[in-house]
């Protein structure tokens, strides 16, 4: 008498976006502050607070950004659910 294993169901494969977000918030932690060094370096000053609109406009779009992203991380698990079924 054989027997054949029983067949377990396959795990569907993880969601993509969350992973996606992660590696766009990593990129974004890390360049972020280099690119609103280097905006703010550009001005009449060199230092803080930033002087052009176009520092402030870096500033607050990087930040943004990061926030965004950390935020779309940290919900992930509620949007990114597969159906089972």
Same mark, same amino acid.
């Given at each position: 008498?054989?027997?054949?294993? $029983?067949?377990?169901?396959?795990?569907?494969?993880?969601?993509?976006?969350? /992973? !996606?977000?992660?590696?766009? =918030?990593? &990129? +974004?932690?890390?360049?972020?502050?280099?690119?609103?060094?280097?905006?703010i370096r550009?001005?009449?000053? $060199?230092?803080?607070p930033p002087?052009?609109?176009?520092?402030?406009?870096? /500033? !607050?779009?990087?930040?943004? =950004?990061? &926030? +965004?992203?950390?935020?779309?991380?940290?919900?992930?698990?509620?949007?990114?659910?597969?159906?089972?079924?």
């Amino acid at each position: 008498m054989t027997t054949e294993p $029983e067949k377990r169901p396959a795990h569907p494969a993880p969601p993509k976006g969350p /992973l !996606i977000m992660l590696g766009l =918030l990593s &990129v +974004g932690s890390f360049v972020g502050p280099f690119l609103i060094f280097l905006t703010i370096r550009g001005g009449d000053r $060199e230092v803080w607070p930033p002087d052009r609109p176009l520092e402030w406009a870096v /500033l !607050i779009g990087v930040t943004a =950004l990061v &926030v +965004g992203l950390m935020i779309g991380c940290l919900t992930s698990g509620k949007w990114s659910r597969t159906n089972a079924s």
